[in-house]
């Protein structure tokens, strides 16, 4: 019996070495687990690979397969001194023009994604139709709705630069029948085309900031009307704060979605398999990939700063 105890005791005492922080983090290792794996299966040999293929001069032998030609960093002075893109840009223009795009367009989507899930938040009458309007070019793909307004609104082969309203029968209208100066005409359509670009890009944004609000206590908004706070009041203390840790993934979400959109994966494509410069576009890879992991990095570092403050 006393072994018994005794053994007992020292199960109990084995068990209790394990505090709840570090079951958290078990826990936390077991649920990236499957990432983990797919990572290296699947992602981790192609990126080395792609950096080994970036330090050397890749071909093709003469009885198949691929030959290798050390060069060192030559493949990526070439890219920023003598390549240029598919539309005679440089690269390093080209590299300024998207993260300046990607800048740009951020505030943007995020600030537009909360405000369409503070609209689809709201308690009104046919809400859930309103929802479905708004989502439905997400579910059937932005693709589909622009081949849709094509259809209605009618083409013609007008050449304003433009791709959903330059041939519509208003921009016709406005141009041959009006006589509206194209120099004002052409800012407004881009504008006017953008909207369906953001409510793309937008989308999953939208839907993970709809999570967030409905997520916040009631107690906290009533604590608030009990003190006298205001709607802006209420908004800025009590709503931003609750949702800063999902700003936090918008963020970084959003910085991921416009790199994966952007052109420079086009250009790797085309230096690599149109082209034939397997070094080249290799090497462009690895230099996005660095680019993306940066500006992720630095997003990261201020963002965190800003969110331990509202957790204050």
């Known amino acids: 019996m006393e072994k018994s105890k005794t053994a007992k005791s020292g199960t109990e005492k084995g068990r209790k070495k394990l505090s709840f922080r570090t079951m ?42 691929m030959t290798f030609q050390w060069n060192g960093i030559q493949n990526y002075i070439d890219l920023f001194q003598t390549e240029v893109t598919t539309t005679s840009t440089t690269m390093a223009r080209l590299f300024t023009e998207e993260n300046s795009t990607m800048l740009l367009s951020l505030p943007l989507i995020v600030v537009f994604s909360l405000f369409m899930a503070l609209l689809a938040n709201q308690k009104f009458k046919g809400r859930a139709v309103v929802r479905l309007l708004f989502f439905l070019p997400i579910i059937l793909g932005i693709d589909v709705v622009m081949d849709m307004l094509q259809v209605t609104t009618g083409s013609a082969n007008l050449d ?75 908004f800025w203390k009590v709503t931003i704060p609750s949702i ?24 790797a494509y085309a230096f690599a398999f149109t082209q034939g410069k397997i070094g080249v576009g290799s090497a462009l890879s690895v230099v996005y990939i660095l680019n993306v992991v940066l500006v992720l990095a630095l997003a990261a570092l201020l963002l965190r700063k800003v969110v331990k403050k509202n957790e204050k």
Request: zero cysteines; proline letters at 4%.
């Open 160 to 234: 304003t630069g433009s791709s959903l309203l330059s041939g519509s029968y208003v921009t016709v209208f406005l141009v041959r029948t009006l006589n509206v100066p194209r120099r004002i005409l052409y800012p407004i359509m881009n504008y006017v085309e953008n909207i369906f670009t953001l409510i793309s890009q937008a989308g999953v944004q939208t839907l993970v900031y709809l999570t967030a609000l409905q997520s916040i206590s009631p107690s906290l908004y009533e604590v608030a009307k009990m003190e006298g706070a205001t709607a802006y009041e209420t």
């Open 24 to 65: 958290w983090k078990i826990h936390g290792i077991i649920f990236v687990s499957p990432f983990l794996i797919g990572f290296v299966a699947f992602f981790l040999v192609p990126l080395v690979n792609t950096i080994y293929y970036s330090l050397n001069q890749v071909g093709v032998g003469d009885q198949g397969g």
């Open 244 to 267: 800063m840790n999902i700003t936090f993934f918008v963020v970084i979400y959003t910085i991921v979605d416009l790199f994966l959109r952007s052109s420079i994966a086009e250009e």
